[in-house]
């Protein structure tokens, strides 16, 4: 049937920041469909200009209210290799606590708050509070036990206090660290109430071949720092990330696009799940055998189901964590430096993919230049193409305009865009 | 609706994001365990963030971020003049923010710097209360969720809200941490309003003051410890613009 289709989303809901979907089918033939960030930029890499090394963290962890946790410490990161420091053990081991408070939060938010209500047809969780208590408290308990994974490891759940180049300005409480592992412990149910209930929803079946980015460290499943791979067979230095995004402008939108060896490629649980599989938890990887999910998977809504079992890796690793630095003494956690003249990169998995922030310093520590390539630009080109292909089979198989509304609606909500981020 | 013995009308509330990371409207969702009787209070209008429901008849309207482009001037006027309460969410939206740091470079150089190949709107920084007028302000970076609790409640039982007068020290010392001071830090715990539980000097980093002036700020007083302790005055500058907050007092030397 020869179709005209038109779908205009004036800032799409349930999504961090602001962006449109327009989408223009005529007598059957795809025009365009058109993922465009509308988002006011920030211009961070502008204001960091001048200012000193000690302070930078404070201000780029505000580039994102979700994932602020990653933004501090790829500063951290790019900072402490820029001026040869190298963070004490503990700091080291505590800062991987902190990503994985981060990541279980905001997948949690992500999993319950924003695509639930798709598979419920709600407009949000608000409903869903009294029709699926049960799901919606254990949703919560997650989320929480997330929050407070920050709380004790960084002094703040969002927009962290103790996170210094260096190390730490303070360590946790070995007994604030008790409580927290027995925490971790009593909300292992929850997650399997999740997991059941995701396991009882019919995940859309779309398949796009694409390539997927994420850090590699070859011993865990990556954090912060290590090499940048590709499933296409890339690996280069963390240094070397110009070189794998690739930066470019579209007049339509605010976030720019990358693209390595093909038009497009994904960051996030899905990439990093698909690079990273061995060094999952067992536990985790049941939970992804339990949803057929097998590396590499090229199907988008999948990333919803990796960030829960990643969620499931998050629970064991922490306990793990916590035990080792219950064992260990927790005094050396800063590192004193001299401030000097360098530039280097700090790539860490935030929770919606690889983030890098470059700096360079002056011979005084203060910032000269800088740079932050977010998650979610590195996903702009292939939502774009997504939209366009899911567009194309949904009206190919004569699906009525509400249902392509909702698909490609959840199609961008899979990659859990952080729009604002993008625009930093 | 009735709860603790209380007959109370729910609060038709709307909240809005402009140039800002969201970071203030998620704190709503955060503090899960009162969670849901917080939600309990609230008649959700419109929240982008989180639902797709968009209604325009709200009384109360939280407004995060700074603004920086005319579009977000135009959605502000129509905001304000629909809501009768109209309440600057956290520090962008009370004082411009961090995003404020960007003031103080050429707009043409900010641009060219990020995007050199394509034109870009941007205006200068303003805080909400340049745009329209403020009713409330919740102050914070990110904002407090208890604060926001305690002020919510206020306004959905009628009573005065009030906010802390004495600044951050104040908290600091109740919780007897080591003063930054001391460490050879300079800390603007003793000008910077209360309300944040000392969250930042408790993790042995410095008070940036974004929750701005508190109410007596004595800042004589103040420049002159920086003084006596020989403390650096770039790190001052620094510190005291970094949210835009002491605005009125940013051209004062230590």
């Not at chain 1, 211009?43 to 209210?65: D, N, Q």
């Not at chain 1, 938890?281 to 990333?303: D, I, R, T, W, Y």
């Given at each position: 049937?020869?179709?005209?289709?038109?779908?205009?989303?004036?800032?799409?809901?349930?999504?961090?920041?602001?962006?449109?979907?327009?989408?223009?089918?005529?007598?059957?033939?795809?025009?365009?469909?058109?993922?465009?960030?509308?988002?006011?930029?920030?211009?961070?890499?502008?204001?960091?200009?001048?200012?000193?090394?000690?302070?930078?963290?404070?201000?780029?962890?505000?580039?994102?209210?979700?994932?602020?946790?990653?933004?501090?410490?790829?500063?951290?990161?790019?900072?402490?290799?820029?001026?040869?420091?190298?963070?004490?053990?503990?700091?080291?081991?505590?800062?991987?606590?902190a990503m994985h408070g981060e990541t279980l939060q905001s997948h949690t938010l992500h999993l319950f708050f924003l695509i639930m209500p798709d598979f419920a047809n709600t407009p949000s969780i608000l409903p869903l509070i009294h029709s699926y208590p049960d799901v919606v408290r254990a949703?919560?308990?997650?989320?929480?036990?997330?929050?407070?994974?920050?709380?004790?490891?960084?002094?703040?759940?969002?927009?962290?206090?103790?996170?210094?180049?260096?190390?730490?300005?303070?360590?946790?409480?070995?007994?604030?660290?008790?409580?927290?592992?027995?925490?971790?412990?009593?909300?292992?149910?929850?997650?399997?109430?999740?997991?059941?209930?995701?396991?009882?929803?019919?995940?859309p079946l779309f398949i796009r071949e694409t390539e997927f980015i994420s850090l590699f460290n070859g011993s865990s499943y990556p954090s912060i720092g290590g090499r940048l791979i590709s499933t296409d067979g890339v690996d280069r230095d963390e240094d070397d990330y110009l070189s794998m995004t690739n930066e470019y402008t579209r007049d339509f939108s605010t976030s720019k696009f990358t693209k390595l060896s093909r038009a497009s490629s994904v960051a996030g649980a899905l990439a990093r799940f698909n690079n990273n599989y061995d060094r999952l938890h067992p536990k985790a990887k049941e939970v992804a055998a339990s949803f057929g999910l097998q590396p590499v998977s090229h199907n988008p809504f999948m990333n919803?189901?990796?960030?829960?079992?990643?969620?499931?890796?998050?629970?064991?690793?922490?306990?793990?964590?916590?035990?080792?630095?219950?064992?260990?003494?927790?005094?050396?956690?800063?590192?004193?430096?001299?401030?000097?003249?360098?530039?280097?990169?700090?790539?860490v998995e935030a929770p919606r993919g690889i983030l890098y922030h470059h700096m360079e310093t002056d011979s005084e520590g203060k910032v000269v230049h800088a740079d932050c390539v977010i998650?979610?630009?590195?996903?702009?080109?292939?939502?774009?193409?997504?939209?366009?292909?899911?567009?194309?089979?949904?009206?190919?198989?004569?699906?009525s305009d509400r249902e392509i509304e909702k698909l490609c609606e959840m199609v961008v909500r899979s990659y859990d865009p952080c729009i604002s981020c993008s625009v930093h | 609706m009735k709860k603790q013995g209380f007959t109370f009308e729910k609060l038709k509330i709307a909240s809005f994001d402009f140039t800002c990371c969201e970071g203030c409207q998620l704190q709503l969702t955060n503090k899960e365990s009162t969670l849901t009787d917080f939600f309990e209070l609230l008649d959700i209008r419109t929240f982008r963030e989180i639902s797709s429901e968009k209604y325009d008849d709200y009384d109360i309207a939280l407004i995060e971020g700074s603004i920086s482009r005319q579009d977000e001037v135009e959605r502000l006027t129509t905001i304000r003049s629909q809501a009768k309460t109209l309440i600057a969410f956290g520090t962008?939206?009370?004082?411009?923010?961090?995003?404020?740091?960007?003031?103080?470079?050429?707009?043409?150089?900010?641009?060219?710097?990020?995007?050199?190949?394509?034109?870009?709107?941007?205006?200068?920084?303003?805080?909400?209360?340049?745009?329209?007028?403020?009713?409330?302000?919740?102050?914070?970076?990110?904002?407090?969720?208890?604060?926001?609790?305690?002020?919510?409640?206020?306004?959905?039982t009628g009573s005065q809200v009030s906010l802390p007068k004495y600044p951050v020290c104040v908290e600091c010392k109740e919780l007897l941490n080591t003063c930054l001071f001391e460490l050879g830090e300079i800390c603007l715990g003793p000008i910077t309003r209360a309300g944040c539980n000392a969250v930042c000097t408790t993790g042995k980093t410095p008070c940036l003051g974004c929750r701005g002036p508190s109410e007596e700020i004595n800042m004589p007083a103040f420049l002159e410890l920086i003084k006596e302790r020989k403390l650096s005055q770039n790190d001052f500058q620094e510190k005291i613009t970094f949210y835009n907050a002491f605005e009125a007092f940013t051209s004062y030397e230590a």
């Amino acid at each position: 049937m020869k179709r005209d289709y038109t779908l205009d989303i004036h800032h799409l809901t349930r999504v961090e920041g602001h962006a449109n979907i327009n989408i223009t089918v005529k007598d059957g033939e795809l025009i365009d469909a058109r993922w465009a960030i509308v988002e006011t930029p920030r211009f961070f890499e502008v204001m960091v200009k001048g200012m000193s090394a000690e302070r930078v963290p404070f201000l780029t962890s505000r580039i994102c209210g979700i994932c602020s946790i990653s933004h501090s410490l790829a500063s951290i990161r790019a900072l402490e290799r820029a001026m040869k420091i190298d963070p004490p053990d503990a700091a080291e081991k505590i800062r991987c606590l902190a990503m994985h408070g981060e990541t279980l939060q905001s997948h949690t938010l992500h999993l319950f708050f924003l695509i639930m209500p798709d598979f419920a047809n709600t407009p949000s969780i608000l409903p869903l509070i009294h029709s699926y208590p049960d799901v919606v408290r254990a949703g919560l308990q997650l989320k929480e036990l997330g929050n407070e994974i920050s709380l004790v490891t960084t002094g703040r759940c969002t927009h962290p206090v103790s996170l210094v180049v260096g190390g730490l300005s303070k360590a946790p409480e070995k007994q604030l660290l008790l409580k927290l592992r027995t925490m971790i412990r009593e909300r292992k149910p929850a997650l399997d109430t999740a997991c059941a209930f995701f396991r009882s929803l019919t995940i859309p079946l779309f398949i796009r071949e694409t390539e997927f980015i994420s850090l590699f460290n070859g011993s865990s499943y990556p954090s912060i720092g290590g090499r940048l791979i590709s499933t296409d067979g890339v690996d280069r230095d963390e240094d070397d990330y110009l070189s794998m995004t690739n930066e470019y402008t579209r007049d339509f939108s605010t976030s720019k696009f990358t693209k390595l060896s093909r038009a497009s490629s994904v960051a996030g649980a899905l990439a990093r799940f698909n690079n990273n599989y061995d060094r999952l938890h067992p536990k985790a990887k049941e939970v992804a055998a339990s949803f057929g999910l097998q590396p590499v998977s090229h199907n988008p809504f999948m990333n919803n189901i990796a960030q829960l079992v990643e969620c499931v890796h998050i629970l064991e690793d922490a306990e793990a964590l916590i035990n080792s630095l219950l064992n260990m003494e927790l005094r050396e956690i800063k590192t004193s430096y001299k401030l000097q003249q360098g530039s280097a990169t700090g790539a860490v998995e935030a929770p919606r993919g690889i983030l890098y922030h470059h700096m360079e310093t002056d011979s005084e520590g203060k910032v000269v230049h800088a740079d932050c390539v977010i998650p979610t630009t590195q996903n702009n080109a292939n939502i774009y193409y997504d939209l366009q292909a899911i567009t194309e089979q949904a009206c190919y198989a004569g699906k009525s305009d509400r249902e392509i509304e909702k698909l490609c609606e959840m199609v961008v909500r899979s990659y859990d865009p952080c729009i604002s981020c993008s625009v930093h | 609706m009735k709860k603790q013995g209380f007959t109370f009308e729910k609060l038709k509330i709307a909240s809005f994001d402009f140039t800002c990371c969201e970071g203030c409207q998620l704190q709503l969702t955060n503090k899960e365990s009162t969670l849901t009787d917080f939600f309990e209070l609230l008649d959700i209008r419109t929240f982008r963030e989180i639902s797709s429901e968009k209604y325009d008849d709200y009384d109360i309207a939280l407004i995060e971020g700074s603004i920086s482009r005319q579009d977000e001037v135009e959605r502000l006027t129509t905001i304000r003049s629909q809501a009768k309460t109209l309440i600057a969410f956290g520090t962008c939206a009370c004082f411009g923010g961090v995003n404020s740091l960007k003031n103080k470079f050429p707009l043409k150089e900010v641009v060219a710097e990020v995007y050199p190949d394509m034109p870009v709107e941007t205006l200068l920084v303003r805080k909400v209360s340049d745009v329209v007028k403020v009713d409330l302000s919740i102050h914070g970076c990110p904002v407090n969720k208890e604060e926001v609790e305690r002020i919510l409640v206020n306004l959905v039982t009628g009573s005065q809200v009030s906010l802390p007068k004495y600044p951050v020290c104040v908290e600091c010392k109740e919780l007897l941490n080591t003063c930054l001071f001391e460490l050879g830090e300079i800390c603007l715990g003793p000008i910077t309003r209360a309300g944040c539980n000392a969250v930042c000097t408790t993790g042995k980093t410095p008070c940036l003051g974004c929750r701005g002036p508190s109410e007596e700020i004595n800042m004589p007083a103040f420049l002159e410890l920086i003084k006596e302790r020989k403390l650096s005055q770039n790190d001052f500058q620094e510190k005291i613009t970094f949210y835009n907050a002491f605005e009125a007092f940013t051209s004062y030397e230590a």
